[in-house]
T-cell receptor, first 115, second 112 residues
């Protein structure tokens, strides 16, 4: 089955620790995205990538970092610089960057809680 | 700049009643439009999309939406609500070469 997987589903972090959220897709999509979801605020874009070894900041990139070494993988690191990291994180992919009419496909999400 | 407005963060309907979730966008040219559904602690699932052609779009689970350029709207409807429709619904837009922009979501409650 083609799709997007995210791991872990739940993640707990102590303050001051960096954590990495995994996102893998086997849809052969060029573009991948990371969103943060907080209650009542919808989805906010953290980073996106159009192609391997290239990525751009979204609206709320501060305190986050990403890499795109392989087409299938787009991990997100939440650093200790992110002051309020507790949230639900969603990874998505699309055939290519927005504008061709194609939709985004979403993973199941990772819920990060800072203790 | 693009933006998406979903009027009503919470909507309640009785089982069997009409579902109407509103979405308006701001764009100087017609965008591509999407509706997604999200169940608790899950990712988003595409309900339907409008790209070009027929302005009335049918999606999964009996939902449909109509693109109205004159009103810059893309409201989502379903003739008869089912308990399983209770979820969060997001409208999204995009233009050529741009990102996806999501509304803040509408939580649908279905009352038995």
């Amino acid at each position: 089955d083609g799709g997007i997987t995210q791991s872990p589903k739940y993640l707990f972090r102590k303050e001051g620790q960096n954590v990495t959220l995994s996102c893998e897709q086997n849809l052969n999509h060029d573009a991948m995205y990371w969103y943060r979801q907080d209650p009542g605020q919808g989805l906010r874009l953290i980073y996106y990538s159009q192609i391997v070894n290239d990525f751009q900041k979204g609206d709320i990139a501060e305190g986050y970092s990403v890499s795109r070494e392989k087409k299938e993988s787009f991990p997100l690191t939440v650093t200790s610089a992110q002051k309020n990291p507790t949230a639900f994180y969603l990874c998505a992919s699309s055939v290519r960057l927005a504008g061709t009419g194609g939709e985004q496909f979403f993973g199941p999400g990772t819920r990060l809680t800072v203790l | 700049a693009q933006s998406v407005t979903q009027l009503g963060s919470h909507v309640s309907v009785s089982e069997g009643a009409l579902v109407l979730l509103r979405c308006n966008y701001s764009s100087s040219v017609p965008p591509y439009l999407f509706w997604y559904v999200q169940y608790p602690n899950q990712g988003l699932q595409l309900l339907l999309k409008y790209t070009t052609g027929a302005t009335l779009v049918k999606g999964i689970n009996g939902f449909e939406a109509e693109f109205k350029k004159s009103e810059t709207s893309f409201h989502l409807t379903k003739p008869s609500a089912h308990m399983s429709d209770a979820a969060e619904y997001f409208c999204a837009v995009t233009l050529v070469g741009n990102q996806f922009y999501f509304g803040t979501g509408t939580s649908l409650t279905v009352i038995p």
